[in-house]
């Protein structure tokens, strides 16, 4: 599909106002992705690993706050004052940031901030960001220079030492391997639900996303000035990965 024929961002909106409760489970993530809860727990420790005192953390596309609260637990074990820490959220959807917003609220962090927004558009402080995540909102990026400009912008937002972290949805380069892992993964969500599912949940990437491959989004990070860029896990059409700000 054409990338203009595309949900615009008022219809994606609109999607996740209604989807408050299938984003708030911590234990299982989103039953959607292929190994939601493990590529959660690996961006997040590796936040912590690379930030293990963070000022300040951003989330966008929070959702329910899933991958927040995740790292909330990763600065708690050690026995960080995660009480202390900033944690900004963004989202399209309010609803979704009063969910996250209460749910961080109740595990006694302080300073929670919710931002309803594109995060393209949103005035955010630059420099001021020790962790960036991004988990489930890159694939809604649409041109080369939509994403050239997403992944600058967060590369400006953060603090010099500074991490970005994301979880995703990713195509492939080439043809035969794309239809291959999109086979898996159709089988994952006939095996997750049935096929009236797995038809579903293809109708609303193609109507709603526009991935990019892993490699074309390592090769931007670099370009956009990011250092350390590490993948962490990839299964079928899902990945996790980040890099730092020197």
Same mark, same amino acid.
């Given at each position: 599909m054409?990338?203009n024929?595309?949900?615009?961002v008022?219809?994606?909106?609109?999607?996740f106002?209604?989807?408050?409760?299938?984003?708030?489970? $911590?234990?299982?993530?989103?039953?959607?992705t292929?190994?939601?809860? $493990?590529?959660?727990?690996?961006?997040?420790?590796a936040?912590v690993?690379?930030?293990p005192?963070p000022?300040?953390?951003?989330?966008?596309?929070?959702g329910?706050?899933?991958?927040t609260?995740k790292?909330?637990?990763?600065l708690?074990s050690?026995?960080?004052?995660?009480?202390?820490?900033?944690y900004?959220?963004?989202?399209?959807s309010?609803?979704?940031?009063?969910?996250?917003?209460e749910r961080?609220l109740?595990?006694?962090?302080?300073?929670?901030r919710?931002i309803?927004?594109?995060f393209r558009?949103?005035?955010?402080?630059?420099g001021?960001?020790?962790v960036? $995540?991004?988990?489930?909102?890159l694939?809604?990026l649409?041109?080369?220079a939509?994403?050239?400009?997403?992944?600058q912008?967060?590369?400006?937002l953060?603090?010099?030492?500074?991490s970005f972290?994301?979880?995703?949805?990713?195509?492939?380069e080439?043809?035969?391997?794309s239809?291959?892992?999109?086979?898996?993964?159709?089988d994952?969500?006939?095996?997750?639900?049935?096929?009236?599912y797995?038809?579903?949940?293809?109708?609303?990437?193609?109507q709603?996303?526009?991935p990019?491959s892993?490699?074309?989004?390592?090769e931007?990070?670099r370009?956009?000035g990011?250092v350390?860029?590490?993948?962490?896990?990839?299964?079928?059409?899902?990945?996790?990965?980040g890099?730092?700000?020197?």
């Amino acid at each position: 599909m054409n990338v203009n024929a595309k949900s615009t961002v008022e219809e994606i909106r609109r999607r996740f106002d209604g989807d408050v409760e299938r984003f708030s489970n $911590l234990t299982t993530g989103q039953t959607a992705t292929i190994d939601a809860p $493990l590529a959660m727990e690996l961006i997040t420790a590796a936040a912590v690993a690379c930030n293990p005192t963070p000022r300040a953390v951003l989330d966008i596309g929070c959702g329910a706050g899933n991958n927040t609260l995740k790292l909330l637990d990763h600065l708690r074990s050690r026995g960080v004052a995660y009480c202390q820490v900033q944690y900004d959220l963004l989202d399209l959807s309010q609803p979704m940031l009063d969910r996250a917003s209460e749910r961080i609220l109740a595990t006694g962090a302080v300073e929670v901030r919710t931002i309803r927004g594109d995060f393209r558009e949103v005035d955010l402080r630059l420099g001021h960001y020790d962790v960036i $995540l991004a988990a489930a909102v890159l694939h809604h990026l649409r041109d080369d220079a939509d994403w050239q400009a997403a992944f600058q912008k967060i590369f400006s937002l953060l603090a010099p030492g500074g991490s970005f972290w994301v979880t995703d949805l990713v195509a492939h380069e080439g043809n035969a391997v794309s239809r291959l892992m999109y086979d898996r993964y159709g089988d994952y969500l006939v095996q997750t639900g049935d096929s009236a599912y797995r038809d579903q949940v293809f109708a609303y990437i193609a109507q709603e996303d526009s991935p990019r491959s892993l490699t074309y989004q390592l090769e931007l990070a670099r370009q956009s000035g990011f250092v350390e860029i590490d993948v962490l896990h990839k299964t079928s059409c899902f990945a996790a990965f980040g890099g730092r700000k020197l």
